[in-house]
């Protein structure tokens, strides 16, 4: 099948979602399909895999300024993906809340393509009230109505499809845990030197993923070195603690190996699903504090993670409930253990064929 792939950003802005889907097109080539991947060209364009990147002209107004990055395909851009929805088998958009994702339903359904909707996340949180609620305006007007637009909607989180249940979908939906390449993420020795005990961070440098609560976390524990692996517009720099270490963007064999020598991954973001970065760290057998949602994401590795109520409008009150968690020894059974269910029920292969046997379905 020709294949077209939208989201908002490519794999080099450094987003979750862009990083499954990077994968996801990777292994649709890998099975045989032609993939078209289109996204705003703010970034570099995906390189290898044989697959084609359309880069769109787009305006990004709101991410400085909101920490919400939502890319607005320029005139250019806009005919641009209109042309690639026509020429396409199937559509699969990653997310709902996008202009990006939103031109290419109403594109799909114009052109009677079929839709595969993956829906990652449930909702957004911010410390603003008012982005809250413009938040949960834009679920009830956007996400609702395009997952109820979609032929198939597939969910990777278990928490983001309950907060769906209600929706009245064209076909049932379908949960699809993203995959974890296990040739990188496993448990072993790492390159990296060995010091202090580490709280690891991997993500976007944005409010969202709960930078404000780390740096709570930080300023609490100057015993502990906490690792920021990533970039984004905020600057952790700033903060002035020696015990923070920023390593700036790194490759997937070296977040492995930071994964190897960590004691702990903190994740203080809310709303998020179930974060690739969380099912790479129990691939590597490395203990997780994440929030409640997105460690009830997977039934099934519940007993690997540690659930924290996050609140973006109170990070010191977060901070306290994170803090005690930081000193909880790590099994080594349970390591093993959870190295083990990862790489047994998170695979890219078997996420493919689940999106392009949906997508043939909707032909």
């Known amino acids: 099948m020709r294949l077209l792939t939208v989201t908002h950003f490519f794999a080099s802005h450094g987003g979750g979602i862009e990083r499954v889907a990077d994968q996801l097109c990777c292994e649709l080539v890998a099975q045989g399909h032609h993939c078209e ?3 705003s060209s703010a970034d570099p364009s995906p390189m290898g895999c044989n697959l084609t990147a359309l880069p769109l002209p787009c305006w990004n107004p709101t991410e400085a300024l909101t920490g919400l990055p939502m890319p607005v395909p ?5 005919a641009m993906l209109l042309r690639a929805v026509r020429d396409a088998d199937a559509v699969i958009i990653h997310d709902a809340l996008y202009v990006t994702s939103i031109v290419a339903m109403v594109a799909a359904r114009l052109a009677h393509r079929p839709v595969v909707l993956v829906q990652h996340i449930a909702r957004l949180e911010f410390a603003s009230l008012v982005m809250r609620g413009i938040m949960a305006l834009a679920t009830r007007l956007v996400t609702r109505p395009m997952l109820r637009a979609a032929d198939r909607a597939i969910f990777i989180s278990a928490a983001v499809q309950n907060s769906f249940a209600g929706v009245r979908f064209r076909n049932p939906p379908l949960l699809v845990f993203n995959g974890v390449d296990t040739v990188l993420f496993h448990p072993g020795h790492s390159a990296c030197p060995i010091g202090r005990r580490q709280v690891l961070f991997v993500g976007r440098f944005v409010s969202k993923k709960g930078l404000a609560v780390i740096r ?3 300023e609490r524990r100057p015993d502990l070195d906490f690792v920021l692996v990533g970039q984004g517009p905020l600057d952790p720099a700033g903060w002035g603690l020696p015990n923070v270490c920023l390593t700036g963007p790194l490759a997937p ?3 492995a190996d930071r994964m190897r020598v960590a004691d702990v991954l903190l994740l203080p973001s809310s709303g998020e699903g179930y974060p690739l970065v969380v099912q790479e760290a129990l691939a590597c057998g490395l203990p997780v504090i994440c929030g409640e949602d997105s460690a009830a994401s997977d039934p099934g590795a519940a007993g690997f993670l ?6 973006p409008a109170d990070p010191e009150g977060t901070a306290a409930r994170i803090v005690p968690l930081l000193d909880r020894p790590a099994d080594p059974a349970t390591r093993k253990e959870a190295a083990a269910y990862a790489a047994a029920a998170y695979s890219w292969r078997g996420m493919a064929a689940a999106v392009a046997e949906a997508a043939r379905r909707g032909a």
């Open 37 to 39: 991947w289109a996204a």
């Open 74 to 78: 320029a005139p250019r851009g806009l």
């Open 216 to 218: 709570a976390c930080a």
């Open 253 to 255: 064999t070296q977040v």
């Open 306 to 311: 540690r659930g924290v109520a996050i609140d």
